[in-house]
């Protein structure tokens, strides 16, 4: 049943009906039974299992990124793809004729834009607001993404230091072991350093805390793979991890403050930098991840390297992560 009230000049809306309890305020009460009037009727032939007559694929995008996208880690993300989408032909698709010929469209124009690698990051994210349509709110029958052909992903990637890559790098970053890394500049070269030692992806070591190291092993509150059976990880530390740690400038007492003390933006985009300045051509933090597991193999077994990665599916730590050099491994076998 809709309610409405009289607030400093405005007419304030609100729909509670079917679980559902949504308010918003308009210039006139004539527009605000309008919107309730309309509402009420969406949510009717939600329940009915009838797909909205003038909803359009743009309406479910605007919903999920409303309702749906902010409560979910890495929401921001999501938000981005979604706002781009909004801009492009499929948005005005009536959810009606929404079918695998649209996506198949959409899917083929943005091929001739970006990478298979991003195309394939958005329609995760289309595909899960079409589920997400289906089985909650009954707007679509089927998801046209689980019909349609989805793009070949790119080849893994390989890419490691090489040379005096990562020294360069290092010394664009200002990071010395003359000196403790007391620039932010200097801390992601820390950063760096203790990446290969560990496998942490960059996020994981931006929000390390002084708290989070007990004796030899550091607790990966939040991971990338977590769910409601898994929560964090622990990951043992080296005896060079532990000495990078006890480079860093710690105020006393303040337990709960960052180890490296740059957020996880800051990290990428000086590393950028530096790499720049360095004249290295395509190696990524998060590559250093690789480097790191390729390292770690050599010394641990498959099932152990997957808990201290955090890998659930070996095949993506074998596909992506693990990149031996095929020559050590020749050397091994004699």
């Not at 560990?198 to 390390?208: C, D, K, P, Q, V």
């Not at 390292?295 to 390297?305: F, G, P």
Request: aromatic share 6%.
């Amino acid at each position: 049943m809709a309610t409405f009230e009289k607030r400093s000049g405005a007419w304030r809306a609100r729909v509670r009906k079917s679980g559902v309890d949504r308010t918003e305020t308009f210039r006139t009460k004539a527009e605000a039974q309008a919107w309730a009037t309309q509402l009420e009727a969406e949510l009717a032939s939600e329940r009915r299992g009838e797909i909205p007559e003038h909803k359009t694929f743009g309406d479910l995008l605007e919903r999920y990124a409303a309702e749906v996208a902010p409560n979910k880690r890495g929401g921001d993300k999501e938000l981005l793809r979604i706002a781009a989408t909004r801009q492009r032909d499929i948005a005005k698709v009536k959810l009606r004729d929404l079918d695998e010929r649209h996506v198949s469209k959409w899917r083929d124009d943005r091929l001739k834009e970006v990478l298979s690698s991003s195309v394939l990051r958005e329609w995760t994210t289309l595909s899960h607001v079409c589920t997400t349509a289906v089985r909650d709110w009954r707007w679509l029958k089927t998801n046209p993404f689980l019909v349609a052909r989805r793009p070949a992903g790119q080849p893994a990637r390989k890419r490691r230091p090489e040379g005096n890559e990562l020294d360069r790098i290092l010394h664009a970053l200002g990071y010395s072991e003359e000196s403790p890394p007391m620039t932010k500049t200097a801390r992601v070269g820390a950063a760096a350093l203790f990446a290969i030692e560990t496998a942490m992806r960059e996020s994981e070591i931006a929000r390390l805390r002084w708290c989070d190291i007990t004796g030899r092993v550091a607790r990966v509150v939040q991971s990338k793979t977590d769910d409601e059976a898994h929560q964090g990880r622990d990951v043992p530390l080296s005896s060079e991890a532990l000495r990078i740690l006890s480079r860093l400038p710690r105020r006393d007492g303040d337990e709960a403050a960052a180890c490296f003390d740059v957020p996880a933006k800051s990290i990428d985009a000086l590393w950028r930098k530096g790499k720049a300045m360095a004249l290295v051509d395509g190696l990524t933090f998060h590559d250093l991840r690789r480097e790191a597991t390729t390292r770690l193999a050599k010394k641990l077994d498959v099932l152990t390297l997957a808990k201290v990665t955090g890998h659930r599916d070996l095949r993506v730590l074998s596909r992506v992560y693990y990149a031996p050099d095929m020559g050590e491994v020749a050397e091994r076998l004699d």
